[in-house]
């Protein structure tokens, strides 16, 4: 994708990892501070895309096939990324999303067991290319995170998927990780919020600054 002058952070990890809450305080912060940021969330984030998340998580949308899941996913996206997140970075900003690409290879890769590269190309298409500069892997055992997201009340389609799905998705995630070290930073979320907010503060802190913001 042309025209990247800014950056692009995305936060990645299982249901119930805290990303959203984590987010909800550490976005104002910096951006409280001065720095450009803009924040958004998959799937959704544009008017579009938000009627498709409401389609993709409504629990009685039990009949909905993996593949019609995957393709669901790549039009918001593709929304998000041309309405929302390119001309941010176009005009030199920070854009973190919570959630993106490799969602969907965790989540419609290894959840619903399809290889990597059968999903690059719709993933390529939906996003013309643009792949973070930072992602921000919370992980968490997947007990852990659906018994969060049970007492928040939150449950959607996707978390009522079966514990081995979750497995998949969080032995994916790190596979993910291991394939592109470089652009990932690992943080254990299984550890009380404030803990967890403080490591992601001083790493956002760090890439901002060395990125020159
Ligand atoms: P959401 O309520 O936003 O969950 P979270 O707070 O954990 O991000 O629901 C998004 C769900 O969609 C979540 O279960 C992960 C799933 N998902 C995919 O399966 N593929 C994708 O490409 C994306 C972006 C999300």
Do not use: C
Request: hydrophobic share 40%.
């Amino acid at each position: 994708m042309e025209n990247k002058p800014g950056k692009f952070i995305t936060f990645e990890g299982p249901d119930g990892s805290g990303k959203t809450a984590q987010l909800d305080i550490l976005v104002d912060e910096f951006i409280q501070a001065g720095y450009p940021i803009l924040r958004t969330r998959e799937p959704g984030g544009t008017p579009i895309g938000d009627q498709i998340r409401a389609t993709l998580l409504d629990l009685k949308n039990t009949a909905m096939i993996d593949r019609a899941e995957a393709l669901l996913y790549q039009a918001a996206r593709a929304q998000l990324v041309y309405e929302i997140i390119q001309p941010h970075l176009a005009k030199g900003g920070v854009v973190i999303s919570d959630r993106y690409a490799d969602s969907t290879l965790a989540y419609q890769g290894y959840g619903h067991q399809n290889t990597v590269a059968s999903l690059e190309g719709i993933i390529n298409y939906a996003t013309g290319g643009l792949v973070p500069d930072l992602t921000i892997l919370l992980d968490l055992a997947p007990e852990v995170g659906l018994q969060r997201r049970m007492d928040a009340g939150g449950f959607n389609r996707l978390d009522s998927y079966d514990i081995d799905f979750h497995h998949r998705v969080r032995t994916g995630y790190l596979e993910l990780v291991q394939a592109d070290p470089l652009r990932w930073v690992v943080v254990n979320a299984d550890r009380p919020f404030g803990e967890v907010q403080t490591e992601i503060r001083s790493i956002l802190q760090n890439y901002l600054n060395n990125w020159g913001y």
